[in-house]
C-alpha cells in the first residue's frame, strides 16, 4: 500500500513537471533572446519549481554542507551525477552557471531549445580532440564572463553503487584555463534513482569539497584528486539499498 501511495505522489510531480515546462519555456526561450541574464532567471525558476514541486509533492528535501567552500569566483564545478535531480539544483546554487552537455541535446524540442539561448558549452563527444579544443575555448570565454562552468565528469547518470566512470574533460578545461576545481558529492540517486520511476521521500545530501587548485597540475592529476574527493565522500554519505528499487 505504501509503495502504491508512492507511486501515486509520483504520477502527480510528473504531470506537476510537464505542466511547468508548458508554462516556464516561452519565459526562458523569449528571455533568452532578450539576454542571458533574463533567460537564465527565467530557468533558475524553472528547476527551483521542480526542485521544490519534488519537496512538497514526494517528500525530497537535501541539505548542503560545505557552502563555506564556494570561492567568489566563478570557476569550473565537477559533481557527481545519479539523478535528474542534480542537475535541477545545482543552477540554483551556482549562478550565473552553463553547463557542459551533448550537442545531440539541442534536438530535443523546447528543452534543446533552451539550452541554445542560455548559450550553454555544448560538445560532439565523436569530434574527439577538436571537441576538447572547443569545449576549453568556450569555458574560457563563459568563465571571464564570471559564469560558473558546471560539469558532470561521468558524463551521464550512474546507478548508485556504481563503479566510477570519471572522464578527462571537466579537468581538461580546468588545465587549460588555469581555472580551480570545485568538487560536489551528492546522493541524489537514493531518492530519484537513474532509471526509477518512483521518488522516495527523504534527505537528499549535497556536499561540497575544498577547492582544488589546478595551478602547475595536469589533467590527469586534476581529474585524480576530484575524483578521489568525490567518491571519499560518497562512501561516507551513500546508503546503498536502502530502499526496495
Known sequence: MYKLWLTFRSVVFWFFQIANTLIMSLPVLLGGLISFRVGLAMAILWNGANVWGLRFICGVSWKVDGR????????????????????????????????????????????????YVLKFIMIDRSSGRSAISQMCEQAADRLSKRRWVLVFPEGTRRPVGAEPAYRIGGAKIAEQVNADVLPIAVNAGEFWPRMGFIKWPGTVTVSIGPVISAEGKSASQILAETQSWIEGRMEEITVIDRFPY
Open 68 to 115: 563555506e567552500n564556494i570561492p567568489d569566483t566563478p570557476c569550473v564545478v565537477l559533481s557527481k551525477h545519479q539523478s535528474t535531480w542534480d542537475a535541477y539544483f545545482l543552477p540554483t546554487l551556482f549562478n550565473p552557471f552553463v553547463y557542459v552537455a551533448k550537442r545531440s541535446l539541442l534536438f530535443i524540442p523546447i528543452f534543446g531549445w533552451a539550452l
